[in-house]
């Protein structure tokens, strides 16, 4: 009797480990065949696209690309995007992680009152200081300037890489710091000489989050830039969408070089989000 009842557990555990192979094998077509599909239909001619829209093409056609830049003046917006990626990711970074530090490790009454305060801004939603946001930028001159996209990025992405860089090191061992101050080293002497190495997972998983919401963002630099020297490429790609609507070809080419950074960057760097994670445990253990 214990043999079958072991044999039938055996089974269930085989049916069970299928049945997700399968779900995970479904979600995973169904998740990347769209991305097949507009990458193999920017390269096809709009009378392909409308004739039969899932056929591979017949000529593969570099036109699409060409037009999108060309007219699209993808070439500038993706200057802006690199730089808004670049610069805003960079900052969002190293005052993160110097945040993080004096919330973890510098005791001080008002250190739980500023900590709380960034962490409220991860509840507060874009639209609900859209308005506001946009009478100060005005009134300051920063609308429609790189500098004030710059600034409005690294406010946003603060709250949750300081939340992330904080729990991160608050699981560095006290011991540490506290050796590095006995031998006469400074709080800045031990961020650079100590956090900021051991921190290089957390600091991964920040690039990541923040060079993704950064690259993406649409909203705000639809509504803080007028100008073609300061949009950004998904504002360049939503153009498409109105006199250039029914060109498809360029609208799937103009999407193909707008998610081709961001995928390249995931694929290469998506294990350290676990890390990132995960690291603070592992350090406790």
């Avoid at 610069?87 to 005791?107: N, P």
């Avoid at 308005?131 to 005005?138: A, D």
């Avoid at 709080?187 to 991964?204: D, N």
């Avoid at 153009?239 to 707008?258: D, K, N, R, W």
Wanted: hydrophobic share 55%; proline share 4%; aromatic share 14%.
């Amino acid at each position: 009797m214990s043999n079958v009842t072991l044999n039938t557990r055996k089974e269930q555990a085989i049916f069970n480990k299928l049945l997700i192979y399968i779900l995970f094998i479904i979600f995973a077509i169904l998740t990347l065949y769209p991305l097949i599909w507009l990458f193999y239909s920017s390269f096809k001619p709009i009378l392909e696209i409308i004739r039969n829209a899932l056929a591979l093409p017949r000529d593969w056609i570099f036109s699409n690309y060409i037009q999108a830049i060309k007219i699209g003046k993808l070439n500038i917006y993706a200057v802006n995007s690199i730089i808004y990626t670049f610069v805003s990711t960079g900052l969002v970074i190293i005052f993160s992680m110097m945040a993080s530090f004096a919330f973890a490790k510098i005791k001080n009454r008002a250190t739980p009152f500023l900590y709380n305060s960034f962490l409220i801004g991860l509840l507060i939603t874009i639209q609900a200081i859209l308005i506001p946001l946009f009478i100060s930028m005005t009134r300051i001159g920063l609308r429609d300037t790189r500098l004030g996209i710059i600034m409005i990025y690294v406010a946003i992405n603060l709250p949750l890489a300081i939340f992330l860089g904080t729990e991160y090191v608050k699981a560095i061992p006290d011991s540490l710091i506290e050796s590095a101050q006995i031998d006469g080293a400074s709080y800045f002497r031990i961020f650079f000489s100590i956090i900021m190495p051991m921190c290089k997972p957390v600091m991964v998983t920040i690039l990541i989050f923040t060079a993704l919401a950064c690259w993406n963002e649409f909203m705000l630099a639809l509504v803080f830039t007028s100008s073609d020297s300061s949009r950004s490429l998904p504002v360049g790609i939503y153009s498409f969408s109105g006199p250039l609507a029914t060109e498809y070809g360029m609208q799937f080419a103009a999407l193909v070089i707008g998610m081709a950074p961001m995928i390249i960057l995931y694929a290469l760097f998506h294990r350290q989000i676990t890390r990132g994670f995960a690291a603070g445990g592992a350090i406790k253990g």
